[in-house]
C-alpha cells in the first residue's frame, strides 16, 4: 500500500470515537445507539473507498476531519427523518401524483386523528348492540350527495375497477372503444386490469371515433356489459366522436346488459361555473341511468385515497357479496377522512373553501398577486439583495389524471441565488427541511403561487433561508 494512503486510512477516526464526538452529540441522541453506529460505519467505509479510489498524486495531506464531521452529522440527521415526509408543493401541479395527489381539509384530519386515537364504530351498530359493517357509514351520505341507490367505498379507484368486472363480468366480454384504453401513471392499463379481473376485453371503434353501431355490432351471447371509461388524464381533439352515456344505457338496456362507467378523477361539482372547462359530474353519470359509476377519492373529490362505486341497488351488491371486496376494503382512517370530506360537499360554498384542492381550483388570480407581493417584500427585506426575486405569470394545472391540456392562470416567484445556477438551487431546495418541490422552466427556477397556501408561507420563508445562510455572498453583494 502506498505510505501517502496508509497514512491518511490511520487517520480516520475509530466508530467509537465519533460515538463520543461533542459535535455529534445532539445529532446521535436522536438516533438508537445500533443506528448511529451504522451510519458511522457506512460513512467510514465510503472514505475509505474514496482515498483508496483517488490517485496518490491527488490525495490530501491530511485528512479533513472537520468536513467529515458534517458529511457525518447531516447523514445521521437524514436516518432521523421518516421517509414518508411532508413537502412544500412550489410546481403548480395542485393534484400531483408524485406528491400525494389532494391535500385535506382540516375537518377530514381532524376525524381521522379522532378515529385513529380512539376504539371506535368501525364495525359496530350502537342501535342494535351488534357487530355492523364498515361498509354502512357512508352509504347514506353518498346517495344524499349523488343520488344513488346503493354505495360501496375501496381502497382505490383501480381497485374499485377490478372488483366491479370481476363480479359483474368475470368468464365474458366487457366492449369499450378502443379511444378510451387508458394507461394513467404508475403503468395501470386498463387492458391489463380487465384481464385481472378475469373478463375479456372486446374493442370497438377507432382511436379518434367510435359510434354507438360499433357497439351494437360486437355484442354478442357472451356480452356482459358495456364500459365507457372517461380520458381523465388525455385529450383526443379534432376529428373526434364518442358515444354520450345516454345512449351506451339505451344500448345496454335494449340487449339486456350492464352499463358501467369509469370517471377516473370524479367530480362533485360543475367546474365550468369556476373557470374550468366542462367536467361531467358523478350525478350526471348516475342520472344517466349507468349501473355502476366508479371514481377516486383522492383526485378532484379532494379526499384520501380511496376508490368510490356507486349505482344500482342490485349491481353494487353483487360487488359486496365478492371475497375480493375484504381485500380491497378501506381501513377506519380513510372511511373518516372521506366521511368528513363529503359532509363539506353538503354546503358547496364551505367545500370550496375548507377543501385545499377545491381552494387551490377556485382561487382568484388577484390573491396571487397579493401573496407573491408579501413574499418579495419578506424576501427583499431578509435576505437583501443576496437573492434574486421576480414575479412572473405562470400557468397552473391540475394533474392528478384530470382536466388535461387545462391550465389556469397563476403568478411565480422566479429565484436566483447566486452563484448557484437554477438546477443547483432546484437541488438545494429539494434538500432542506421541508424539502421545497420548485419548477424549471426555460432556465429560471420557479415557485407557483397556486399551489403554495397561505398558512405555509413561514416555513417557506424558514427553508429559504436555511439554503441561502450555506451559499456564500459573491464578491460585490451585500445583504
Known amino acids: 500500500m502506498d505510505p501517502a494512503l496508509s497514512r491518511l486510512l490511520r487517520q480516520l477516526p475509530a466508530v467509537a470515537e465519533l460515538l463520543r464526538h461533542p459535535r455529534l452529540a445532539a445529532d446521535l441522541a436522536a438516533l438508537p445507539r445500533s443506528l448511529s453506529v451504522a451510519v458511522i460505519r457506512d460513512h467510514l467505509e465510503v472514505q475509505r473507498q474514496r482515498f483508496a ?23 445521521l440527521q437524514a436516518a432521523a427523518l421518516p421517509s414518508l415526509r411532508r413537502v412544500i408543493n412550489a410546481t403548480g401541479v395542485i393534484i400531483h401524483t408524485n406528491l400525494g395527489r389532494s391535500p385535506l381539509a382540516a375537518e377530514a384530519l381532524e376525524q381521522i386523528v379522532e378515529v385513529a386515537a380512539h376504539y371506535s364504530t368501525l364495525e359496530y351498530d350502537l342501535v342494535k348492540g351488534e357487530r355492523g359493517s364498515r361498509h354502512d357509514h357512508l352509504e347514506g351520505l353518498l346517495q344524499e350527495l349523488t343520488g344513488c341507490e346503493a354505495a360501496l367505498v375501496l381502497n382505490n379507484n383501480a381497485g374499485a375497477v377490478l372488483l366491479a368486472l370481476n363480479s359483474l363480468a368475470q368468464g365474458r366480454e366487457v366492449i369499450i372503444s378502443r379511444g378510451q384504453l387508458i394507461e394513467i401513471g404508475g403503468s395501470f392499463r386498463m387492458p391489463e386490469i380487465m384481464a385481472a379481473s378475469g373478463a375479456f376485453m372486446k374493442e370497438v371503434g377507432t382511436t379518434n371515433k367510435t359510434h354507438l353501431r360499433d357497439y351494437e355490432n360486437a355484442i354478442t351471447s357472451e356480452t356482459a356489459a358495456l364500459l365507457k371509461v372517461h380520458p381523465s388524464n388525455f385529450r383526443i381533439i379534432g376529428f373526434t366522436h364518442e358515444v354520450e352515456s345516454p345512449e351506451l344505457v339505451a344500448l345496454a338496456r335494449r340487449y339486456g346488459l350492464l352499463a358501467l362507467e369509469d370517471l377516473g378523477s370524479g367530480c362533485l361539482l360543475d367546474l365550468s361555473r369556476y373557470g374550468w372547462e366542462r367536467e361531467p359530474t358523478v350525478q350526471e353519470s348516475l342520472a344517466a341511468g349507468l349501473d355502476l359509476v366508479l371514481f377516486s377519492g383522492d383526485k378532484l373529490l379532494g379526499g384520501p385515497q380511496a376508490g368510490l362505486a356507486l349505482g344500482s341497488r342490485e349491481v353494487v351488491a353483487r360487488l359486496r357479496q365478492n371475497p375480493l371486496t375484504r381485500a380491497l376494503r378501506p381501513d377506519k382512517m380513510t372511511l373518516a377522512g372521506l366521511e368528513a370530506t363529503l359532509r363539506l360537499y353538503l354546503d358547496e360554498p364551505r367545500a370550496l373553501e375548507a377543501i385545499p384542492t377545491l381552494r387551490m381550483l377556485t382561487r382568484p388570480l388577484a390573491d396571487l398577486e397579493r401573496q407573491a407581493r408579501y ?7 431578509r435576505w437583501g439583495t443576496k437573492i434574486k426575486v421576480e414575479v412572473r405569470p405562470s400557468e397552473a394545472r391540475v394533474g392528478g389524471g384530470s382536466l388535461p391540456g387545462a391550465v389556469l392562470p397563476s403568478r411565480a416567484l422566479a429565484l436566483e441565488l447566486p452563484p448557484l445556477a437554477s438546477h443547483e438551487l432546484e437541488a438545494r431546495l429539494r434538500q432542506i427541511q421541508p424539502p421545497i418541490i420548485a419548477r424549471l422552466e426555460h432556465g429560471a427556477l420557479l415557485l407557483d403561487l397556486r399551489t403554495i397556501r397561505p398558512e405555509e408561507h413561514r416555513a417557506l420563508l424558514a427553508a429559504l433561508g436555511r439554503v441561502i445562510e450555506t451559499v456564500p455572498t459573491p464578491t460585490g453583494l451585500s445583504g
Open 53 to 75: 479510489a483517488a490517485p496518490i498524486e491527488t490525495l490530501p495531506g491530511e485528512f479533513d476531519l472537520d468536513g467529515f464531521l458534517t458529511e457525518v452529522a447531516q447523514a
Open 375 to 381: 413574499l418579495t417584500r419578506a424576501m427583499k427585506r
